[in-house]
């Protein structure tokens, strides 16, 4: 009896639409479980060729659709993988420049060491061969000279090694935090906290060596607490995910959104100055506001306060966020929903 009613349900037009239904759904967490896979492993496998195939066949046969429950669950794990693998490759060219500049700090030693030891071994052969009291002293005054030199260099390369000591001792201790630690944040899928004090260490050490310009946003979402206890903490979480999205979508390539606490946002823009760096601030403002929220019958609007701080000679990484974060303070008091840039 059981299995008569089962056919005859395959046979009914719901019985037929629902299994048309299940195996849509089935095909699309296929494709987004296949395309994560792919972004995951070198183009250059076998493996990879051929997932991407699969993909493009049951791709043509599925309608396309957005992403709902556990599609967008998957989706997002694969996303939050793909940017730690990422931003580890970071991590991996920080301790590839510590052992570079050391190797550079060890040969430079070497250089004037062997240098030196070379006009001592030169001055010796000129004491042997002295005449006269005054070649003898004229040998000395030469060595005394060479022993000021190498003074003043030993004392340059001394400095040089204990600033390389604090930098890469900060950037070490951070490195091994990053270890037991996601880079990643759950919620908004973009780099958290950690993966900011790691990236932002680099970015000063890197910018005292080759003084490429960097600038530093540091942007709050306005009347987040109001937002979050009048509608609910779920209505404040898609915020905060919309806010991210929407700030990740105005950034180019080679810039950097992290969730720093709550519903503050810093966003690392490379090789940049101030005048291009505001305007893309105000980029990522209008992106905000542009987005709504509706909650029964109302739109709902979002919108963020933004600090523009661009890196100084000397500056720590502590010095320049507080120019930024003071920034944004003063863009709040001024009435919110706007950029301000460090003074």
């Keep these: 009896m ?31 479980c296949l395309d994560g896979i792919c972004q995951l492993i070198p183009q250059k496998e076998a ?25 967008k669950d998957i989706e997002d794990f694969f996303k ?13 060219q920080s301790v590839k420049q510590i052992v570079l500049d050391l190797t550079e700090t060890i040969q430079q030693i070497s250089s004037v060491t062997g240098d030196f030891d070379h006009k ?13 009291i005054e070649d003898i002293l004229a040998v000395k005054e030469g060595v ?30 951070k490195l091994e935090e990053t270890e037991a630690k996601a880079l990643v944040d759950s919620l908004t899928n973009v780099l958290n906290r950690n993966a900011y004090n790691m990236k932002i260490t680099q970015m000063i050490r890197e910018f005292g060596q ?24 779920k209505a404040g979480d898609r915020v905060l995910r919309s806010v991210a999205a929407s700030v990740q979508d105005s950034l180019r390539a080679s810039d ?32 905000v506001e542009r987005e709504y929220f509706v909650d029964k019958d ?26 930024a974060d003071k920034a944004m303070y003063v863009a709040k008091r001024k009435g919110r929903n706007q950029v301000e840039a460090a003074e």
């Excluded at 309608?63 to 599609?71: E, I």
């Excluded at 000279?145 to 090694?161: D, M, P, T, Y």
């Design 256 to 287: 950097l959104v992290f969730r720093y606490g709550g519903e503050e946002f810093v966003v690392i823009l490379n090789g940049i100055q101030e005048d291009v760096a505001f305007k893309l601030a105000e980029k990522i403002r209008k992106g």
């Design 298 to 323: 109302q739109k709902l609007k979002v919108t963020i306060s933004l600090g523009v701080a661009c890196v100084k000679e000397g500056e720590s990484e502590v010095e320049l966020f507080e120019r």
């Design 47 to 71: 493996l990879y060729s051929a997932l991407k195939n699969l993909g493009d066949v049951v791709r043509k046969v599925t309608r396309p659709k957005p992403l709902s429950g556990m599609g």
């Design 144 to 173: 005394m000279q060479e022993i000021g030199k190498i003074r003043v260099r030993s004392q340059a390369i001394k400095s040089e090694l204990n600033e390389y000591k604090r930098t890469t001792q900060s950037l070490s201790s």
């Design 120 to 132: 001592m071994e030169a001055s010796m052969e000129n004491i042997q061969s002295a005449s006269t």
């Design 2 to 32: 059981f299995n008569k009613n089962k056919d005859k349900n395959k046979d009914t037009p719901n019985g037929t639409e629902a299994s048309k239904e299940f195996n849509e759904r089935v095909s699309r967490l296929l494709v987004v």
């Design 80 to 92: 939050r993988q793909i940017l730690e693998n990422s931003f580890r490759e970071t991590k991996n």
């Design 210 to 233: 080759s003084k490429e310009y960097f600038c530093l946003l540091v942007l709050d979402i306005d009347h987040f607490k109001k937002f979050n206890d009048t509608y609910g903490h």
